[in-house]
C-alpha cells in the first residue's frame, strides 16, 4: 500500500496534512489500475482531496479512474466544495471557445454547471427548428440533439438537479405549449407540462433544495404569469400574476429556505417580484421609473439569503440592478455606457458578490462587484455577439459565460482563467467541441 501512495502523490496537485475526520474509508483506483484506501475529504471542478494514512492530498480529477469519477458525481452534494477566494496577486483573462456552428445555432442559451462542476448548455437550433445540449466531459465539449419533432426549443433554461441530472424546460413552437426534456443518468425523457392555450415562452427552470423542480413561464394567451412544480409524482400548474399583460422575462430562483420567487416584466415599464411564503404568493412592484424598463429580467438569491435583479432599462439603455437588504429594495444603475443591458443574466459567485453578464449593442460585456463597487468589462466584440447570454458560476467560483455570435450563427463560451496565479490558484479550461 505505501507502494501506491508513492504512485499517486507523484500525481499531486497539492498535498498538506489535516486532522481526521472518521469518514468511512473507500478503495479509489487510479486510471491505470492501482488501488488505494483513503476518505473522500472534498472535491472541485477539476479535482479531489482524499486522505490516506492520516494526510490529505488534492489529486487531479482525471488521475482517477472513471468509475470513480463517476461515484464522485453522486457524492457532490455531501462535501462541501471549497469557495475559494483570489489569492493575492492573481490576475485573470477570459478564454473564449466556440461550441457550435453548423447552422444558424445558440439561440435561447442557457448555461449551468453539474454539482461536480462542469458547464453545460441548451439552446435552439433555428436551422433544424430542434432542441440541442451541449455538455463538457471533462476533455471536450459534445453536443447533442434532444427533441426535434417539429419546430421546438426556444426559451430554453437548463438547471441541474442535486445529484447532477441535467432538466431542460422549453418552448414548442409548433403546438404552443410548455414541454420540460429531464435525464436520469441514461436516457432523456420529454414531457409536456401545460398545454392550455399558448403556453411557454420565457420560461425559467429551478431546483428547489428538496430537489424538486420548478418553472416560470409566460401565458401568451391570457397574458399572465405561470408557475408549474413537481412534488416526485405529477406536474401542478398555476396562474400567479394576471393584473394586465404580465410574465415577460420571467426568472425564477428559490430562497436557501427552499421559497420560490419570481422576478418578471409587467408591459410597459414595470418590474415586478413575486414571492411564495409557504401559504401564499405575494407580487410586488420593484421599479417604474421611467420608461420602458424591467425587461430581460434576472433573479438570483445571494448567500445571505436576500434576492436580487439584473435587469435592462430599454428606454435609457442601461444596465439596473435591485437588491433586497432584508427590508427595503434598492435600485442603481450598473452602466449606462453606450446601448446596454439587454440579455441580462446574474448570479452570486460561491464567495458572495454577484455579477452580471449582459449585451452592448454587439459585444458581451461583464460587471462585477468586489464589495464596495462594480466594474465592468468587455468580453468579447469580435463580430455581431453577446445575444442570449448566461451566466453561471462553477462550485469553485469561476465564472462562465455562453451567448450567440450573431455574425457566425454559432454558439460560444468564455470562461475566466487565471494567468497569473497567486499560492493555491487551480487553472479552468474546458476545450474544444465535438460531436
Given at each position: 500500500?505505501?507502494?501506491?501512495?508513492?504512485?499517486?502523490?507523484?500525481?499531486?496537485?497539492?498535498?498538506?496534512?489535516?486532522?481526521?475526520?472518521?469518514?468511512?474509508?473507500?478503495?479509489?483506483?487510479?486510471?491505470?489500475?492501482?488501488?488505494l484506501?483513503?476518505?473522500?475529504?472534498?472535491?472541485?471542478?477539476?479535482?479531489?482531496?482524499?486522505?490516506?494514512?492520516?494526510?490529505?492530498?488534492?489529486?487531479?480529477?482525471?488521475?482517477?479512474?472513471?468509475?470513480?469519477?463517476?461515484?464522485?458525481?453522486?457524492?457532490?452534494?455531501?462535501?462541501?466544495?471549497?469557495?475559494?477566494?483570489?489569492?493575492?496577486?492573481?490576475?485573470?483573462?477570459?478564454?473564449?471557445?466556440?461550441?457550435?456552428?453548423?447552422?444558424?445555432?445558440?439561440?435561447?442559451?442557457?448555461?449551468?454547471?453539474?454539482?461536480?462542476?462542469?458547464?453545460?448548455?441548451?439552446?435552439?437550433?433555428?436551422?433544424?427548428?430542434?432542441?440541442?445540449?451541449?455538455?463538457?466531459?471533462?476533455?471536450?465539449?459534445?453536443?447533442?440533439?434532444?427533441?426535434?419533432k417539429r419546430?421546438?426549443?426556444?426559451?430554453?433554461?437548463?438547471?441541474f438537479?442535486?445529484?447532477?441530472?441535467?432538466?431542460?424546460?422549453?418552448?414548442?413552437?409548433?403546438?404552443?405549449?410548455?414541454?420540460?426534456?429531464?435525464?436520469?443518468?441514461?436516457?432523456?425523457?420529454?414531457?409536456t407540462?401545460?398545454?392550455?392555450?399558448?403556453?411557454?415562452?420565457?420560461?425559467?427552470?429551478?431546483?428547489?433544495?428538496?430537489?424538486?423542480?420548478?418553472?416560470?413561464?409566460?401565458?401568451?394567451?391570457?397574458?399572465?404569469?405561470?408557475?408549474?412544480?413537481?412534488d416526485?409524482?405529477?406536474?401542478?400548474?398555476?396562474?400567479?400574476?394576471?393584473?394586465?399583460?404580465v410574465?415577460?422575462?420571467?426568472?425564477?430562483?428559490?430562497?436557501?429556505?427552499?421559497?420560490?420567487?419570481?422576478?418578471?416584466?409587467?408591459?410597459?415599464?414595470?418590474?415586478?417580484?413575486?414571492?411564495?411564503?409557504?401559504?401564499?404568493?405575494?407580487?410586488?412592484?420593484?421599479?417604474?421609473?421611467?420608461g420602458?424598463?424591467?425587461?430581460?429580467?434576472?433573479?438570483?438569491?445571494?448567500?445571505?439569503?436576500?434576492?436580487?435583479?439584473?435587469?435592462?432599462?430599454d428606454?435609457?439603455?442601461?444596465?439596473?440592478?435591485?437588491s433586497?437588504?432584508?427590508?427595503?429594495?434598492?435600485?442603481?444603475t450598473?452602466?449606462?455606457?453606450?446601448?446596454i443591458?439587454?440579455?441580462?443574466?446574474?448570479?452570486?459567485?460561491?464567495?458572495?458578490?454577484?455579477?452580471?453578464?449582459?449585451?452592448?449593442?454587439?459585444?458581451?460585456?461583464?460587471?462585477?462587484?468586489?464589495?464596495?463597487?462594480?466594474?465592468?468589462?468587455?468580453?468579447?466584440?469580435?463580430?455581431?455577439?453577446?445575444?442570449?447570454?448566461?451566466?453561471?458560476?462553477?462550485?469553485?467560483?469561476?465564472?462562465?459565460?455562453?451567448?450567440?455570435?450573431?455574425?457566425?450563427?454559432?454558439?460560444?463560451?468564455?470562461?475566466?482563467?487565471?494567468?497569473?496565479?497567486?499560492?493555491?490558484?487551480?487553472?479552468?479550461?474546458?476545450?474544444?467541441?465535438?460531436?
Amino acid at each position: 500500500m505505501k507502494r501506491l501512495v508513492l504512485v499517486f502523490a507523484a500525481l499531486l496537485v497539492a498535498g498538506f496534512c489535516e486532522e481526521l475526520s472518521g469518514e468511512i474509508q473507500r478503495v479509489w483506483t487510479s486510471a491505470d489500475g492501482k488501488t488505494l484506501t483513503g476518505t473522500l475529504e472534498g472535491q472541485g471542478e477539476d479535482w479531489v482531496k482524499l486522505k490516506v494514512k492520516d494526510k490529505i492530498y488534492k489529486l487531479k480529477l482525471d488521475i482517477l479512474s472513471q468509475a470513480d469519477q463517476d461515484y464522485l458525481k453522486t457524492q457532490a452534494g455531501s462535501k462541501q466544495v471549497v469557495k475559494r477566494k483570489p489569492d493575492a496577486g492573481e490576475q485573470y483573462s477570459w478564454k473564449i471557445v466556440p461550441i457550435d456552428s453548423e447552422g444558424v445555432i445558440g439561440a435561447s442559451s442557457s448555461l449551468a454547471f453539474s454539482p461536480s462542476g462542469r458547464p453545460a448548455i441548451s439552446y435552439y437550433d433555428r436551422s433544424d427548428q430542434a432542441l440541442r445540449y451541449a455538455s463538457f466531459d471533462g476533455f471536450n465539449w459534445i453536443t447533442e440533439t434532444i427533441d426535434s419533432k417539429r419546430d421546438v426549443g426556444t426559451s430554453t433554461s437548463l438547471a441541474f438537479s442535486p445529484s447532477g441530472q441535467p432538466a431542460i424546460s422549453y418552448y414548442d413552437l409548433t403546438s404552443k405549449d410548455l414541454k420540460c426534456a429531464m435525464h436520469d443518468g441514461r436516457k432523456w425523457t420529454i414531457q409536456t407540462i401545460d398545454r392550455e392555450g399558448d403556453v411557454g415562452k420565457y420560461t425559467s427552470l429551478a431546483y428547489s433544495p428538496s430537489g424538486q423542480p420548478a418553472i416560470s413561464y409566460y401565458d401568451l394567451t391570457n397574458g399572465d404569469l405561470k408557475y408549474a412544480s413537481f412534488d416526485g409524482r405529477k406536474w401542478t400548474t398555476q396562474t400567479i400574476d394576471r393584473e394586465g399583460r404580465v410574465g415577460w422575462f420571467n426568472s425564477l430562483s428559490f430562497s436557501p429556505s427552499g421559497h420560490p420567487a419570481i422576478s418578471y416584466h409587467k408591459y410597459p415599464n414595470h418590474l415586478r417580484y413575486a414571492s411564495f411564503d409557504g401559504v401564499n404568493w405575494t407580487t410586488e412592484e420593484i421599479d417604474s421609473e421611467g420608461g420602458n424598463l424591467g425587461t430581460d429580467t434576472s433573479l438570483s438569491h445571494g448567500p445571505d439569503g436576500h434576492p436580487a435583479i439584473s435587469y435592462s432599462d430599454d428606454t435609457n439603455k442601461d444596465l439596473k440592478y435591485a437588491s433586497h437588504d432584508g427590508r427595503k429594495w434598492t435600485t442603481q444603475t450598473i452602466d449606462r455606457e453606450g446601448r446596454i443591458g439587454s440579455f441580462t443574466s446574474l448570479a452570486f459567485s460561491p464567495s458572495g458578490p454577484p455579477a452580471i453578464s449582459y449585451c452592448d449593442l454587439r459585444v458581451l460585456k461583464y460587471a462585477s462587484y468586489d464589495g464596495q463597487e462594480w466594474a465592468t468589462q468587455t468580453i468579447d466584440r469580435e463580430g455581431h455577439i453577446g445575444g442570449y447570454a448566461s451566466l453561471a458560476f462553477s462550485p469553485s467560483g469561476h465564472p462562465g459565460i455562453a451567448y450567440v455570435d450573431k455574425s457566425n450563427g454559432g454558439l460560444k463560451y468564455a470562461h475566466r482563467v487565471i494567468v497569473k496565479k497567486g499560492n493555491s490558484a487551480l487553472k479552468s479550461a474546458p476545450g474544444k467541441a465535438e460531436k
